[in-house]
């Protein structure tokens, strides 16, 4: 059974068909890039398949369950052993650091006190070499800053998948190689990674099945 599964996806916004018809399977334990130009549909369909898009045609499927029509329970479930770094960090602009980690904790973890909740955010923290204060809020942060709030917010629950969509964007030399190396953990841990990356040191690094998307299409 594949851990993914995508039947003839497709997607279409207001003005243009994105993904026009993707057909393709990811095995648990798995490395997978999706590349290709700019434009050509990478990022939507690593959205599509994290169920972050609803796709408008077709079916993707988590564990031979459909994301769209699984139930309340089982999408928890999803949420929580899946994980997606954005590529514009997409953190919440309204809330602190710390409540931007608080959150996903409460929403995903509701048998952690406070207490607790603060103790596992501060351990990611200091493994993303994030060491400014905590009531900060991310304007007040460079990307780079923000980058790795968002790759501590995405591992914070400890999830099986991961999916990074330009996950080094806007590091330096050193923190990227923290991210890269807890990733190298994750995958040698046995799970799962999705990304689109344009680094070809991160490429270089993380190989493994390549999708390559062309015009919202899947090429052979």
Not at 143 to 158: H, L, S, T, V, Y
Request: glycine fraction near 6%; aromatic fraction near 8%; proline fraction near 2%.
């Amino acid at each position: 059974m594949a851990l993914f599964r995508l039947e003839d996806v497709k997607f279409r916004s207001q003005t243009q068909e994105i993904i026009k018809g993707i057909s393709l399977e990811i095995e648990k334990g798995s490395v997978n890039i999706f590349s290709g130009m700019a434009g050509s549909g990478k990022s939507t369909l690593l959205k599509l398949t994290a169920g972050i898009l609803v796709p408008s045609g077709g079916k993707v499927f988590y564990k031979d369950m459909d994301i769209q029509t699984m139930s309340n329970a089982k999408n928890r479930q999803f949420r929580r052993e899946c994980s997606f770094v954005f590529q514009d960090s997409a953190l919440w602009a309204n809330q602190n650091i710390q409540q931007n980690l608080d959150l996903v904790l409460q929403t995903q973890r509701p048998e952690l006190d406070a207490k607790a909740r603060l103790e596992r955010i501060k351990e990611m923290c200091e493994i993303v070499h994030y060491e400014l204060a905590l009531t900060l809020r991310p304007v007040d942060l460079s990307m780079g800053e923000q980058k790795k709030i968002a790759f501590a917010r995405a591992m914070i629950n400890d999830p099986e998948t991961l999916f990074l969509d330009e996950c080094t964007e806007s590091l330096d030399r050193k923190t990227s190689t923290v991210i890269m190396n807890l990733i190298r953990k994750f995958i040698d841990d046995g799970n799962t990674v999705i990304y689109v990356s344009h680094n070809t040191t991160f490429v270089t690094e993380f190989t493994g099945n390549v999708f390559a998307i062309a015009e919202g299409l899947l090429l052979d």
